[in-house]
C-alpha cells in the first residue's frame, strides 16, 4: 500500500517538525512536494510508522531514508523493503546487498530539533581541529552502534555485501563537510600535500591512531575494528534533504512558476595540481545548466578488509574511495562533484536587479576563497552545460598531453 507523507496525522503544528511544516505549506517547496509525492507511490513502508516520523521526530532521518530510495531507483536496482531490518535489500545484475541508512543528529527539543544550513562561525584552526576530530567522533558513534547490531547474521543478509549509509546532522552546517573526515576515521590515515618546485601537487600519506575531543577519545580506523570486515562499505551523503529534492522538481516535471532557486557551494576543481575546490553558482532549473542526479554528493567509501566486497560501479555512488597499498584512491563517476552547496529560494516576481546583487555577494564572497567557474558577467555562471563540457574537454585534452589520469585522485 502506497504511503501519503503529508497526510493530515490530527497534530497540531507545535507537535511537527518546524521543517515539515514548512515543506507542506511554502509556495517555494512545491517542486519538493511534487517530486516526493511522484516517487511515494512506489516506497514501502514496513514498519507503518514512517508518515508519522517524517512529520515529526525523524524528519531528517526519513528524509534521508526517502532520498536513499531515490538513489537506488535512479541506479536501477530492484528495490525490497519488506523486512525490518536493515532498511533496504537492492539487487541489480543478479547481486542482492543490505543497505542500513543511520544519521548523525543533534541532541532534539523533543525530538524537533531542525537543522540550520548555515556553519557556525569558525577559524581556520578551529575549522581544521572540526573536521580532524570533532566530526569522525559524531560519525562514529553511530556507525559503531550500527556494528553492535551485526546485520549481517540476518538470514535475508547472511552471504551478501552489506552497506551503511550514513549522513551528519549533528550541528548547524555539518552538511558542509565533505567525506575527507570520514575517510580518515575509516581508513586510520590522513592525507599531507604540497607543490614541489615545478608546481606539481605531492600528496602523502599518515597514519592516525585516535580521534580526541576533549575527554572523549575514540580509536581511528573503523575499518580495522573487530568484525567491521562484515561491513563491504560506507555510504557518505551531505545531500539527502529537502533542497535536493526541490532541486530535482524543479528540474524535472515539478517546475513551480512561484519560485526561482539559486544554488551555490564549492566542487572538484578538475586540475591534478589544484589543491582547492572551485566555487560555483548557477540557477536550477536553467537547460543550459543541465540536469542534477540523485547520486550527486555521495561517496561510496569501500572497506579494503571488507569479507564481501562490492563490484566497482555497482552501487550507485557519484565516487567511490579505497585504500590500495596504503594509498587513498579515489574513482570519479561524474564529472560535476560538489564538496557541498546551499540553495537559496526566491520568489518568482523577485525584481532580477534583486537576485543578481544576491548573487553578486555570494560570488565575491566564494572568489575570495576559490578560483570560480565562470564570470559574473554571465549573471549565473553555469557548471554542468554546454561551457562546462567545453572547460572539461580542454582540460582533458591538457592532461593526456602530460599522461595525468583525472579520473581518480
Known amino acids: 500500500m502506497a504511503i501519503d507523507l503529508f497526510t493530515d496525522m490530527g497534530k497540531s503544528d507545535k507537535e511537527l517538525h518546524p521543517q515539515y511544516v514548512v ?3 511554502s509556495p517555494h517547496y512545491a517542486p519538493a512536494r511534487g517530486q516526493l509525492r ?3 507511490a512506489a ?3 514496513p514498519d507503518g510508522n514512517f508518515v508519522e516520523q517524517f512529520q515529526t521526530t525523524g524528519f531528517d532521518s526519513r528524509t534521508f531514508e526517502f532520498f536513499l530510495f531515490a538513489m537506488f531507483v535512479e541506479s536501477g536496482h530492484e528495490i ?3 523486512q525490518h531490518r536493515p532498511d533496504f535489500l537492492i539487487a541489480r545484475d543478479g547481486l542482492t546487498a543490505a543497505v542500513e541508512a543511520v544519521t548523525a543528529s543533534a541532541p532534539s527539543n523533543d525530538g524537533l530539533q531542525p537543522y540550520f544550513a548555515v556553519p557556525e562561525g569558525q577559524t581556520k584552526q578551529e575549522r581544521e581541529e572540526y573536521i580532524r576530530n570533532n566530526v569522525p567522533i559524531r560519525l562514529g558513534s553511530p556507525l559503531f552502534t550500527k556494528l553492535r547490531q551485526r546485520y549481517w547474521l540476518e538470514p535475508h543478509v547472511l552471504g551478501r555485501p552489506f552497506v551503511i549509509a550514513i549522513q551528519d546532522f549533528h550541528q548547524s552546517g555539518s552538511l558542509a563537510t565533505s567525506s575527507t573526515a570520514l575517510s580518515r576515521y575509516l581508513f586510520g590515515f590522513e592525507q599531507e600535500w604540497y607543490h614541489d618546485e615545478n608546481g606539481k601537487l605531492i600528496i602523502m600519506e599518515r597514519g592516525v591512531d585516535y580521534h580526541r575531543v576533549g575527554a572523549k577519545e575514540i580509536p581511528s580506523g573503523f575499518f580495522n575494528q573487530p568484525e567491521a570486515n562484515n561491513i563491504s562499505a560506507i555510504l557518505f551523503c551531505n545531500s539527502g ?3 535536493k ?3 530535482m522538481g524543479h528540474e524535472g516535471i515539478h517546475r513551480s512558476k512561484a519560485v526561482r532557486m539559486i ?3 564549492t566542487c572538484y576543481q578538475h586540475d591534478p595540481n589544484a589543491s582547492l575546490p572551485e566555487g560555483f553558482i548557477y540557477e536550477v532549473g536553467e537547460p543550459i545548466n543541465g540536469r542534477e542526479t540523485w547520486r550527486e554528493g555521495t561517496a561510496l567509501i569501500r572497506n579494503p578488509n571488507a569479507l564481501i566486497p562490492l563490484p566497482d560501479e555497482w552501487f550507485g555512488a557519484a565516487i567511490e574511495e579505497n585504500s590500495v597499498n596504503g594509498k587513498h584512491v579515489t574513482t570519479f563517476r561524474e564529472s560535476f562533484l560538489p564538496y557541498w552547496s546551499l540553495t537559496l529560494m526566491f520568489p518568482s516576481d523577485t525584481p532580477k536587479r534583486n537576485i543578481r546583487k544576491q548573487v553578486a555577494k555570494i560570488y565575491t564572497d566564494l572568489s575570495k576563497s576559490y578560483p570560480m567557474l565562470g564570470t559574473l558577467d554571465e549573471l549565473l555562471p553555469t557548471c554542468r552545460g554546454v561551457r ?3 572547460v572539461l574537454f580542454e582540460l582533458f585534452k591538457s592532461s593526456r598531453a602530460r599522461s595525468n589520469d583525472n579520473s581518480t585522485r
Open 80 to 82: 525490497r523493503r519488506e
Open 38 to 40: 511522484e516517487l511515494q
Open 241 to 243: 534533504t529537502i533542497p
Open 43 to 45: 516506497f514501502v513502508d
Open 23 to 25: 515543506l507542506r505549506d
Open 245 to 247: 529534492f526541490a532541486r
Open 388 to 390: 562546462w563540457l567545453r
Open 263 to 265: 544554488r551555490f557551494g
